[in-house]
């Protein structure tokens, strides 16, 4: 069994699966809803195919949802590039990719000086073992694709979860993300594994009750985590 988690838990809704032409109704609807973060997907068609949003729409959803907890999963091909033009359009917290760079702890430096957390993400056939002692302990928070990046609505690859118990064992303080395919009949291993910020995309917003969809994913982390 994993250390105790230090932790709270965060619910953060996959903004990639909204009405993108109700873009900030939607992203208000889910904080209403009891979600604590907002997961911002943002592609450049380098690092993965797709292109999703940028600054401009974070900026947009920062000013509409005063305080918004911006989670900004940064799937681009240079990390360092963004930092300063998301934090200008109010991101909370930087999540770039390992597998993009050769050198993350100074991005995570520039992250901090912009006042944000600093995430460092691993895609699916990446071992925990790339995000070293030394990288983990300088981010805030750790996220584990249990999807290959690029696209919602793919299947949860279940190989995937022994890598969160893995970093939960070395990084027993850190906030640990789970990303992909993720609801109430995956989000049970994933809890017990040691994460505790939830991704949620299609299980949340296709829901007929989103409401009752993220109480329910919450009180699966909480209940691990009394049993850690």
Not at 7 to 34: H, N, W, Y
Not at 167 to 183: H, N, Q
Not at 207 to 224: G, M, R, W
């Amino acid at each position: 069994m994993p250390p105790a988690i230090i932790s709270p838990s965060q619910l953060s809704p996959s903004v990639l699966a909204s009405d993108f032409g109700q873009l900030t109704a939607e992203c208000k609807r889910m904080i209403d809803g009891g979600a604590t973060y907002l997961h911002m997907d943002v592609m450049d068609g380098h690092f993965v195919d797709n292109i999703t949003m940028g600054p401009p729409v974070l900026a947009s959803v920062s000013k509409a949802i005063p305080g918004i907890f911006m989670d900004c999963h940064m799937m681009v091909a240079k990390p360092e590039k963004w930092v300063n033009a998301v934090a200008d359009a109010g991101g909370s917290l930087y999540c770039f990719h390992i597998e993009a760079t050769d050198d993350p702890l100074p991005i995570i430096a520039s992250i901090h000086a912009r006042n944000m957390k600093a995430g460092v993400a691993i895609s699916p056939d990446t071992p925990s073992t790339a995000i070293t002692d030394e990288i983990g302990h300088a981010a805030d928070m750790l996220l584990v694709m249990t999807v290959y990046p690029g696209r919602g609505g793919q299947k949860f690859l279940d190989r995937c979860v022994p890598k969160v118990a893995e970093l939960r064992a070395r990084f027993p303080e850190k906030d640990i993300e789970v990303d992909g395919g993720v609801g109430p009949s995956t989000v049970h291993a994933c809890a017990h594994a040691g994460s505790n910020v939830i991704v949620a995309g299609t299980a949340i917003f296709n829901a007929a009750d989103p409401n009752q969809v993220i109480a329910q994913l919450t009180a699966t982390v909480n209940e691990a985590q009394r049993q850690s």
